[in-house]
């Protein structure tokens, strides 16, 4: 089976004019063959996200115009646009809705669903998108709308901003990319106002975005970042806040929005595979945007000198929102016309520079979370998540049932480039139930093709092995499909394992179930609202390799050999406190430096020559 959303590179998407103009003229012949009698444009399907999408399809009517003048689109922007403005427009308090500070205040909003009290809590962002909508119809109105019209939208935007500024709380949802685009949507309203008014809207905007935003930003992986849903980061709305930061950049030259993206830009390019995988987010785990993320991937990885365009997007929304029938439809339209309006190119070249949370090379990466243990490792064109044993997971030693990973104390990291090979050396003290504090030293080395994981820590009494990862995905062309199995060798013995028990606890990879639907099925409250990063942490046990130390280690130590993708015999040897050598290259971890990191040596082959970070 394929995995349903993450699909091909959003870089492989031709983003000349040409291109684009042809996809304007599909929206317009779709648009004027679905317009009524009344000026509606929201597809005949439309149920939630509804109440800004026709205003989205007259935006992208009138950027078509702009673009190509055809004569047809005048009138349909005129009819489309008094529908929106005479029927999709609310003033009475929705009920139910919970996060008013003013009642009855008379200020219009737009409804996620437009029956009374039917699912309300949607209406805080749903206002967002219509104030977003309706400020590119007005950057975008020239010779096309007329004053009586433009007059009475410039008024429904003030509006839409002082409900969502006044009337509610800001940002009811804890969700990053809403409150940047309610941001965003502020600084471009600041620029169809009188000049009076101009300047206080505008430093009102970036007042909320510094004091309700900026300073609440979450620490994850070594970046400060926008908080969504609850969470750190979310793989579908992180790379959305990443255009929104660019839209922020580009309309406002303030520099905390270039920082903070920039910032952003590498969090992403440093937990992304190679490939384009990555899972996890307090929302959707593994459901990835589209175009809504290209203008914020495509501007920062130019500012960053990154390849964030290997990123996987979701191709059933390649170019905008569709339904299930294919029909376009208006959610998110503004960021299609922004993406449009950026000419930024594609920076296609991944980053040379050593990134704390990153090893990259060629077809292999390594992902790393916080307490740098992998959270995605790739190679060979599989995925391999960090697999769980008893409640615990990660990748590293295992005795008795505890998984040796979790630090307690500092990390140590170097990186090395010599002869053609990238490494990474992590070292990190860690406590297990005997309370004895144990340094486990994990050495990744990789030629680009394949990812060579020594372990070393000092001698356990007993049989441990080497929680080595959950083999869950491979690349298939332009699709990624579930496997049960990777291309994984290991110096000692090596064995694969299924849970022994069933159940939505036990994550069993020759299932027909996606990470994404396990961690839901773990979570505390409903799909869509409650978290699955959550929800995957009471994961019991799952598939995964499991490999035993390797023969010839020194006494003092125990270590664990495995390497990750093609090759022919794995027979490392050890040597010292700590000597490695295999087939392809020869390392030494030597003594520690005047900061506690250990020294690393690396050369290809069987010799040594000393090549430091």
Same mark, same amino acid.
């Given at each position: ?9 959003? @870089?492989?998407?031709?983003?000349? $004019?040409?291109?684009?103009? %042809?996809? +304007?003229?599909? =929206?317009?012949?779709?648009? /004027? !063959? ?9 597809h ?74 039917? @699912?309300?809590?949607?209406?805080? $962002?749903?206002?967002?998108? %219509?104030? +977003?909508?309706? =400020?590119?119809?007005?950057d /975008? !109105? ?32 804890e ?22 008014e ?17 300073a ?28 929104f ?5 580009r ?11 920039d ?18 987010g ?7 945007s ?37 029909g ?46 992998p ?79 020594t ?15 959950l083999?869950?995905?491979?690349d ?49 409250d ?81 010799g ?6």
């Amino acid at each position: 089976m394929h995995l349903p959303r993450q699909l091909g590179p959003l @870089h492989d998407l031709p983003s000349t $004019p040409e291109a684009y103009d %042809a996809v +304007l003229a599909d =929206v317009v012949e779709q648009a /004027l !063959a679905r317009l009524t009698a009344e000026g509606n444009l929201e597809h005949p399907d439309a149920d939630d996200d509804i109440g800004d999408t026709s205003l989205g399809i007259t935006s992208l009517l009138a950027l078509a115009w702009q673009r190509s003048k055809d004569a047809r689109l005048p009138d349909a922007v005129h009819r489309s646009l008094a529908f929106h403005l005479r029927e999709r427009v609310y003033t009475e308090d929705n009920p139910g809705y919970p996060n008013l500070t003013v009642r009855d205040s008379g200020l219009p909003y737009a409804r996620y669903v437009l029956e009374a009290g039917a @699912h309300p809590i949607g209406d805080w $962002p749903s206002t967002v998108w %219509a104030l +977003l909508q309706a =400020v590119n119809i007005l950057d /975008l !109105a020239d010779g096309l709308v007329d004053d009586e019209q433009r007059t009475e939208l410039t008024e429904l935007a003030r509006g839409y901003w002082r409900w969502l500024t006044e009337a509610t709380f800001f940002n009811p949802q804890e969700a990053g990319n809403q409150a940047i685009g309610c941001v965003v949507g502020g600084l471009m309203l600041a620029r169809h106002v009188p000049p009076e008014e101009a300047e206080p809207l505008r430093e009102r905007a970036l007042a909320l975005y510094a004091e309700k935003i900026r300073a609440h930003r979450v620490l994850d992986r070594g970046a400060l970042l926008p908080p969504e849903h609850g969470g750190a980061y979310d793989n579908n709305y992180g790379p959305i806040s990443l255009s929104f930061l660019a839209q922020a950049h580009r309309i406002s030259g303030e520099e905390m929005f270039a920082e903070d993206g920039d910032a952003l830009a590498r969090y992403i390019d440093a937990r992304l595979t190679g490939g384009g995988f990555d899972n996890g987010g307090p929302r959707y785990s593994e459901q990835h945007s589209a175009f809504e993320s290209v203008l914020g991937l495509r501007y920062f990885g130019a500012r960053i000198g990154s390849d964030l365009g290997r990123y996987r997007g979701d191709s059933r929304w390649a170019r905008h929102a569709v339904k299930p029938d294919g029909g376009v439809d208006g959610h998110f339209a503004w960021m299609l016309v922004w993406q449009i309006q950026d000419t930024t190119p594609w920076h296609r070249d991944p980053s040379t520079a050593p990134a704390r949370h990153q090893l990259r090379a060629g077809s292999v990466s390594v992902a790393f979370d916080h307490h740098m243990t992998p959270a995605l490792v790739e190679a060979a064109g599989t995925y391999h998540l960090p697999a769980a044993v008893n409640r615990q997971h990660g990748f590293g030693p295992v005795l008795d049932g505890f998984l040796y990973c979790r630090p307690m104390g500092e990390i140590r990291v170097r990186d090395v480039h010599a002869d053609g090979l990238t490494a990474k050396l992590v070292s990190k003290p860690v406590v297990g139930p005997d309370h004895v504090l144990r340094h486990v030293r994990s050495l990744y080395v990789t030629d680009g093709t394949s990812l060579w994981v020594t372990v070393a820590v000092e001698r356990f009494t007993g049989t441990p092995y080497l929680l080595s990862g959950l083999p869950y995905a491979a690349d298939d062309g332009d699709r990624v499909r579930r496997v049960a199995q990777g291309e994984v060798t290991a110096a000692g013995a090596l064995r694969l394992t299924h849970p022994a028990l069933q159940g939505p606890d036990h994550f069993d990879a020759r299932a027909e179930l996606t990470q994404e639907q396990a961690a839901f099925a773990l979570a505390a409250d409903p799909r869509g609202y409650g978290n699955p990063d959550e929800g995957w942490r009471h994961l019991v046990t799952s598939t995964a390799y499991e490999a035993e130390p390797a023969p010839g280690a020194p006494e003092h130590l125990h270590v664990f050999a495995v390497r990750y993708g093609p090759g022919g015999d794995f027979t490392p040897s050890f040597e010292g406190d700590l000597t490695v050598r295999t087939e392809e290259f020869t390392a030494a971890i030597g003594a520690e430096d005047a900061h506690g990191v250990p020294d690393l040596t690396l050369t290809a082959g069987q010799g040594l020559s000393r090549a430091r970070r």
